[in-house]
């Protein structure tokens, strides 16, 4: 029997920063993705108290600049989207595109001219679009001269950003979402808050008023989306990862709780119950300061509890362990978190723990949780594919990967979950958001594009490009 819904949206996604290229066409100013380095280091070194913003254009050191040329190859790429049967296809608009350096009155024509076309192929083949407003992406000037979102001054930049895009497409866009993986700044604040070393991401209660900062901001966007039109819905988005104890030793226990608490579900808590949740004092005095030190005004608060969100995006890719009562145990690397390793669990090439099983207890604890829809807008395997003499890859990896996860998923579903969605990461191959490069890939298909900025740009389809579009046929049911 099929587990999925009638009219569930199977797709995939991207962000701007890391597919579109084109960093200075169309009048689109610097953002601060265009500033990182390419290579692993690249958040240790941007975070760096002496680091240089300004951009040497000469090498190819920066590979977000580039992206994979999709500003000019997206009607290729979404005919492909096409020919796989996408139902949705979740990609994010760059500030940077629209307001230039952030802080300007009017938008950038050209720049909107760019996402009227690529909506239109859209919908030329009944796509529907799920956008991100923030991903990874904010006007590098915002970082420069206002210091990141821990400045109040950005929810203002934010809300004519977001003003701009939602009244231009409510028609044709029902599914938004305002922040990518709003989480991620909890352990690095640097993409979605544009905090680094030298305006303060080393001090939590940065990171904290910046969070504060985004979540007003949000519920801005949420509160516009339904002025525009009660109907459409703006979900927030989070990046899970499902939390485990180590043993049964009530100390592992207990922190496991706390982990889960200060980093799978605050920023959930806020945007879906429009409140601070009742352990927020104690993970602010872990840092040594209290809420009240905040700049929080009491129409804040009301605006929050106003306007929640309407469903929960996220991000699953690994699941994480946490033993502090085993100092010396291994360590295990991960999506931003890293935990202790899981003897039950391989690893991807990166060290990431692969628990498909975890997904279907992120999706449990999650709607047990708050009740709203979710949408599983990021979930893949990266991995170097070797493609042969005729740029075939036959990923079955990959698809082992992606099979495991869409059986979690109908296991969810069949425990009660309302889950609205599929979009895996990366559904073309595009520039890793942690190692800045093209060799960890995640795509159906294939673009011929090394490390070092070389290759034709070519697009070629993997094996799973097949085996999605078949899954997609079935809704889900010919694995
Ligand atoms: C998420 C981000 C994406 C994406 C993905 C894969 O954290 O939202 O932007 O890149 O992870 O991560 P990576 O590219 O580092 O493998």
Same mark, same amino acid.
């Given at each position: 029997m099929n587990k999925f819904p009638k009219n569930f949206m199977w797709g995939g996604a991207t962000a701007a920063n890391q597919?579109?290229?084109?960093?200075?066409?169309?009048g689109k100013g610097l953002s601060i993705a265009d500033a990182l380095p390419g290579g692993p280091d690249r958040f240790k070194l941007v975070n760096?108290?002496?680091?240089?913003?300004?951009?040497?254009?000469? *090498? %190819?050191?920066? /590979?977000n600049h580039d992206g994979i040329d999709h500003y000019h190859h997206f009607k290729e790429d979404i005919a492909l989207f096409a020919e796989m049967e996408f139902k949705c296809y979740r990609f994010s608009i760059a500030w940077s595109r629209i307001f230039p350096n952030g802080d300007e009155k009017q938008p950038n024509e050209d720049g909107l001219k760019f996402y009227d076309q690529l909506i239109a192929t859209c919908q030329k083949y009944d796509i529907e679009p799920v956008i991100?407003?923030? *991903? %990874?992406?904010? /006007?590098l000037n915002l970082v420069k001269k206002y210091g990141g979102w821990k400045n109040r001054q950005l929810i203002t930049f934010y809300e004519r950003f977001a003003r701009t895009v939602l009244t231009r497409y409510y028609k044709q866009v029902k599914y938004w979402m305002?922040?990518?993986?709003?989480?991620?700044?909890?352990?690095?604040?640097?993409?979605?808050?544009?905090?680094v070393a030298s305006n303060?991401?080393?001090?939590k209660q940065n990171i904290y008023q910046a969070w504060h900062n985004q979540f007003v901001a949000g519920a801005k966007a949420v509160k516009l989306g339904h002025e525009l039109n009660p109907q459409l819905k703006v979900g927030c988005m989070v990046l899970y990862a499902t939390t485990y104890s180590y043993d049964a030793n009530p100390v592992n226990q207990l922190a496991t709780l706390e982990q889960n608490q200060a980093f799978n579900h605050f920023c959930g808590d806020v945007q879906v119950r429009g409140e601070y949740p009742a352990y927020t004092e104690k993970l602010m005095n872990k840092f040594g300061f209290s809420f009240t030190d905040l700049e929080i005004g009491d129409e804040d608060l009301a605006l929050l509890k106003a306007n929640p969100v309407d469903y929960i995006g996220f991000s699953y890719y690994m699941s994480t362990t946490i033993d502090v009562a085993d100092k010396n145990r291994e360590q295990a690397s991960g999506n931003l978190i890293g935990g202790v390793k899981n003897p039950f669990l391989k690893t991807s090439e990166w060290g990431w723990q692969v628990d498909p099983v975890g997904l279907r207890i992120a999706l449990n604890e999650l709607y047990n949780r708050y009740r709203k829809p979710l949408f599983v807008v990021e979930n893949g395997l990266g991995a170097v594919d070797k493609p042969d003499?005729?740029?075939?890859?036959?990923?079955d990896y990959r698809i082992d990967y992606l099979r495991e996860h869409i059986e979690a998923m109908a296991g969810a579903i069949t425990d009660g979950v309302d889950l609205m969605g599929y979009t895996p990461w990366g559904c073309i191959d595009l520039v890793s958001a942690s190692t800045g490069q093209m060799s960890k890939r995640y795509g159906f298909i294939y673009v011929d594009l090394d490390d070092q900025g070389h290759g034709t740009l070519k697009r070629y389809k993997k094996a799973s490009f097949d085996w999605y579009k078949k899954v997609i046929s079935s809704n889900g049911d010919q694995l």
């Open positions: 597919l579109e290229g084109a960093y200075q066409e169309g760096a108290p002496d680091f240089d913003w300004s951009i040497d254009e000469n *090498h %190819y050191t920066y /590979p991100t407003i923030s *991903h %990874y992406e904010m /006007p305002t922040f990518n993986e709003i989480n991620s700044a909890f352990t690095f604040p640097v993409m979605g808050q544009g905090l303060g991401a080393n001090d003499t005729n740029f075939h890859v036959q990923d």
